[in-house]
Every structure is written in structure tokens, then in C-alpha cells.
């Protein structure tokens, strides 16, 4: 309900369309206000991790007012989330378009395994997951949120790009939820785990990434590959 002046009652919606008339983002909606907040957010979480991380570090590096910050964003939490949201659209944009054809079931899987192992790798992504790691210890459901949100869209995603390739005869798969991880697991095979905990430093080149990509991919079509997908290839390599 809005606010009852004299026996008019204002509508909470009709005051955010006025102010947006007027030029002036109503409290909470200025996304160049937002995004300089979430920016020193990040350069604070970078720097200090979420647990060592302030409100007051953020005011300070963002430039603005507590007050400000608490119209956007209900407490460090949701803050943080908000970032993690805004890394996860910039990063993995678009990225799982290439499974929606499917042309040559081979090579759509060595190109997405390499976009998967090189994002994944990277250090903006590492770096944000031991940060979600660090903080999951002390709020379980931000992890599981991170997860569903994530990972799990994605792997969702592998499922049914499998499920179809099932269903043109090219793949014989009795667990596919399964299958759909053990595809990703072979393109990080040993990248993940060496960069999450730092003993690779640097990111994996292309060449690596590569190698490990399509033996990842040969490995998984052996395992689940049929006849007709190795006609298929025979034809493709042929022409």
C-alpha cells in the first residue's frame, strides 16, 4: 500500500515513474551508482577476502556514504553475491551457445572443453572461488546458492546437450547427469586443482589446455561414442 496524504493515496510506483521522469534514478535504482559500489567491492574482496572484508572497507573504496551502500545492498552478503553475479554474466557469456550446434559432435566438444578449461582456469575465476570457498565455511547456503546459480546451470546445460546427441544416435550413455561430469572433469583434468590451490601460479597455456582437451574429448567418445558417430567421423575426415 503507498502513503495515505490528506484522503489521496500515493502509489510507491507512480513516485519511481516520477522520479525516473525527472531524470533522477530513484533511491536504489542508479545502476552507475551500484556499479561503483560492487567495483570497490571487489577490489576490497581481491584484496582482503570476504571474512577480513568491511562494510566500511567498501564505503571507502567505493567513495561513497554507508547509508548509500545500505540502500543498494542489504549487508556484505548480498553485496558479495551481487558480484559474483556480475563476474559470472561477464565471464560466461554466451558461452554455452556453441552446444546449441551441434554440426560435429567431436569437434563441439573439444571447442567448448577448451572455452570451459580456459575460463575456468583463469585467475579472475579462481581467484572468486576461494573466496566463495572461504566464506562457505561461515554461510553454507551462499555456496549452495553459488553452486545452483553456476556450476549446476551449466552442468544442466552439458545434460542436455548429451541428451540430444543421444537421441541422434551418436552417443550410447546409461547415466547421463554422470556423464555430464566425468566430460567435465576430464577437460580440468589436473588444471583445477593445481590453480586452486596455487601450485600453478600462472594460468595453463593454450597448448596445454589443448592436449588435455582432446584427450579428455577421445577418452569420453570411447567411452560413450556408437557406431554411427564413428562412421560419422570417418566421412568427415574422408571429404
Known sequence: MGETVGNAETD??????EG???????????PVKRSQIIDGARRVFIEKGFEAASMNDITREAGVSKGTIYVYFANKEELFEALIEEERGTIFKNMYDMLDRADDLRQTLIKFGKVLSMK???ARVIQAQRTVIGASDRIPDMGARFYER???RGHDKVVTFLNA???RGLLEIEDVDLAAYQFTELCLAGLFRQC????????????EIDHIVRSGVDMFLKAYGTERLAEGEKTLRSS
Open 120 to 122: 575456468i582456469t583463469s
Open 150 to 152: 553456476g556450476p549446476k
Open 12 to 17: 510507491p510506483c507512480e513516485d519511481l515513474l
Open 20 to 30: 525516473l521522469r525527472r531524470g533522477r534514478p530513484a533511491a536504489g535504482q542508479d
Open 196 to 207: 586452486i590451490f596455487a601450485y600453478r601460479t600462472k594460468a595453463p597455456t593454450q597448448d
Open 165 to 167: 546427441a543421444i537421441e
